[in-house]
């Protein structure tokens, strides 16, 4: 599952979207009034300013046989943006995150993430983490590779091709094929993975290509305390690149053309 093979950048990579997210206490003074202080420390860098209320997925409470569902209360997100609208932090009464559709590098995403998350800590002063994520959103196109009529089976590993593996099953047969899975990996982290051929939309138009989807959901849970946050996002980033070249042949490796870092 893991590649132990040198760290590398993709010329051609598959990234749709790279979102990390640092879960904290309710703080309830974010959803009570603006948060001016945090927009004026870090609006030169994220200018566009938006908010939308959501609302949470009703809760289950009761016994067996009298089982209700409880509405919860709706929640502000604050989002602030960079011009150009690639960049994007998101701040509610319960976490922080930032997200990216333009990826170049964790150095360049680490060093987007400092000025936020030290705004955050120093006006807000969270007792500690609850959650820290790092999530990375492939779609692997073959068209976009030159890869068109190659089969999955030759770019990425069995392991995450279920049937699509057997000889006898075609991907046009399988109108649905997918590996799902949550376990704990090294370092004390966890992952949620998702794995498998599928449709995606692409500027608000569903695109007709079956692009392979993968999806890496990284997490340390717990309470960790502030000055290990950027740790454990080095943590989580190492254990995501290892996981990824894993997953690919080397096929689809020269494809996406590596550099060396």
């Not at 640092?22 to 202080?37: G, M, N, T, Y």
């Not at 409470?61 to 690639?86: C, E, H, K, M, R």
């Not at 500690?128 to 089969?151: C, M």
Request: with cysteine; charged share 25%; glycine share 6%.
């Amino acid at each position: 599952m893991f590649s132990t093979k040198p760290r590398c950048r993709y010329r051609c990579d598959q990234l749709a979207e790279v979102i990390c997210q640092l879960r904290f206490p309710e703080i309830l003074a974010i959803s009570a009034k603006p948060p001016v202080d945090f927009q004026e420390a870090i609006r030169e860098a994220f200018p566009q300013f938006s908010q939308r209320m959501e609302s949470p997925a009703p809760k289950l409470s009761g016994v067996p046989g009298n089982i209700t569902l409880q509405n919860q209360p709706a929640t502000v997100n604050y989002q602030f943006a960079t011009a150009d609208g690639v960049w994007r932090v998101n701040l509610t009464g319960k976490f922080i995150s930032l997200s990216c559709s333009r990826y170049s590098g964790w150095e360049d995403f680490a060093q987007k993430l400092d000025q936020p998350l030290a705004a955050f800590i120093k006006i807000y002063k969270p007792a500690y983490f609850e959650r820290v994520g790092l999530r990375y959103l492939n779609f692997i196109s073959r068209k976009g590779l030159d890869l068109e009529g190659v089969p999955f089976s030759e770019l990425i590993a069995p392991c995450y091709l279920g049937p699509l593996m057997e000889p006898d099953v075609t991907e046009t047969a399988a109108s649905r094929c997918s590996v799902d899975a949550e376990m704990s990996i090294r370092g004390g982290c966890r992952v949620k993975l998702h794995a498998g051929p599928g449709l995606v939309k692409k500027n608000g138009q569903d695109d007709k290509e079956v692009k392979f989807i993968f999806d890496q959901d990284l997490f340390m849970p717990g309470q960790l305390p502030l000055n290990l946050a950027v740790g454990a996002l080095q943590t989580l980033h190492a254990q995501a690149d290892a996981i990824f070249r894993g997953a690919i042949t080397d096929r689809l490796h020269r494809a996406m053309e590596p550099e060396n870092i």
